[in-house]
């Protein structure tokens, strides 16, 4: 089964920018799939950042964060980005990346969906 590695999380300033990496062990046959990025603070359910479809690169994004965030894929590197710009405290949290088989657009959000994870990656952002 497919693996999905995160990277690039880490300690940054309020206002601050990182760029968080999801690379997949491997191809596969089919490009039906979406990669979501999610993130899980303390105490707090897991909750959708956003997500991609692999096929044709919509994205869907949690509302309050549009604007600051953006995910893209490198479909030769076989690898989903997080780009975060002016980060805030409240998005301490770590970062998880999850792949969705055959998704719909109402599904892109839809968290039990997502059945491959990455092992997560810890950003912190200080005041």
């Known amino acids: 089964q497919v693996q999905l590695v995160e990277s690039g999380g880490g300690l940054v300033q309020a206002g601050g920018s990182l760029r968080l990496s999801c690379a997949a062990s491997?191809?596969?046959?089919?490009?039906?799939?979406?990669m979501g990025w999610f993130r899980q603070a303390p105490g707090k359910e897991r909750e959708l950042v956003a997500s991609?479809?692999?096929?044709?690169?919509?994205?869907y994004y949690k509302d309050s964060l549009k604007g600051r965030f953006t995910v893209s894929r490198d479909r030769a590197a076989n690898t989903v980005y997080l780009q975060m710009n002016s980060l805030k405290p409240e998005d301490t949290a770590v970062y998880y990346c999850?792949?969705?088989?055959?998704?719909?657009?109402?599904?892109?959000?839809?968290?039990?969906?997502?059945?491959?994870w990455g092992q997560g990656t810890q950003v912190t952002v200080s005041s």
């Open positions: 999850a792949r969705q088989w055959n998704p719909i657009t109402s599904t892109m959000s839809a968290r039990d969906r997502y059945t491959v």
């Open positions: 491997e191809r596969t046959g089919s490009s039906s799939y979406a």
């Open positions: 991609i479809r692999w096929s044709t690169g919509a994205t």
